[in-house]
């Protein structure tokens, strides 16, 4: 069936119909909030499990969206979560055309709104900040080898709007990708533009990124995805979610390779899930 048919055939579904297909690897929240809420309390808890049989955690997360990180940061400090023994490994950064990351002081900046999220974690509960690893042009060809030398816990993303699952856009053989400099497709640039709160600035927005690859991605023990329009009305993601339960993967939309993972899971809401009108 070409990817056409497909999307078709799945905009047509009910969501009582997507329920019952997809049973163990979705979750269906109320809202953003909850989806936040959710998130914040699955890694709080992940790392207290393994600190309570006296391992290390390692996760792969995103930064945005951001919703997340104020919850996590007043769970760490109400409940006296040490991440002393948390690595982090941030999927992506932006880049400027000579592949070099973006300065933290940039508005678009992951690392520098996230160093600063992090800076209201309890001084005494905060991992060692070489513990929280961006992409960087530095350390680029050392991410693949950092990553395998430890037991991957868990890998937490969002799904773009052609299916990118870190900044991994559609390309030949994108399943089987390592850490690298990136090319963002027009897709992806136009819909960030708009959400960025920089009035879609299309001229000047990146046209590069830094990103850990799927090889990484997939090679944790458990991967927790979510997907969702967000906070700004625009129904963007109920396809590509469709798309992520449903379709047989490709490398035109690098999100359907996820249900060749052992363990995985979509967080979405109601909103998301919603049928569209089908063309």
């Not at 119909?17 to 992940?46: G, P, R, S």
């Not at 890998?155 to 390592?178: M, Q, W």
């Not at 490709?250 to 089908?278: A, F, I, Q, R, S």
Request: hydrophobic share 35%; glycine share 6%.
């Amino acid at each position: 069936m070409k990817r056409t048919q497909e999307i078709t055939t799945f905009n047509k579904l009910s969501t009582s119909e997507l329920k019952t297909k997809m049973a163990e690897h979705l979750i269906v929240l109320k809202d953003n909030n909850e989806m936040y809420q959710f998130f914040a309390e699955h890694m709080c808890n992940l790392i207290e499990k393994n600190k309570s049989k006296d391992e290390p955690t390692t996760l792969i997360v995103p930064f945005g969206p951001t919703g997340q990180y104020p919850i996590f940061i007043k769970m760490i400090n109400a409940r006296r979560i040490s991440l002393v023994n948390t690595q982090f490994f941030f999927m992506d950064e932006y880049a400027d055309n000579e592949g070099f990351e973006i300065s933290e002081n940039h508005h678009l900046s992951f690392r520098g709104k996230l160093y600063a999220m992090f800076d209201k974690i309890d001084k005494e509960l905060l991992p060692d900040f070489s513990n929280i690893i961006f992409p960087s042009h530095e350390n680029l060809n050392k991410l693949k080898e950092m990553i395998s030398k430890r037991k991957l816990n868990c890998t937490y993303g969002g799904v773009g709007i052609h299916g990118h699952l870190a900044f991994n856009e559609p390309e030949k053989g994108v399943r089987y990708s390592d850490p690298r400099v990136v090319h963002l497709n027009d897709f992806t640039v136009t819909i960030n533009s708009i959400r960025a709160g920089i009035g879609g600035d299309l001229e000047n927005f990146p046209r590069k990124a830094l990103t850990l690859g799927m090889n990484q991605l997939f090679s944790a023990e458990k991967m927790v995805i979510f997907c969702r329009n967000g906070i700004d009305s625009i129904d963007w993601a109920n396809t590509v979610l469709r798309l992520a339960l449903l379709g047989t993967p490709g490398d035109d939309y690098p999100v359907t390779y996820l249900k060749e993972h052992n363990d995985w899971v979509v967080v979405t809401d109601e909103d998301t899930l919603k049928t569209p009108n089908t063309l």
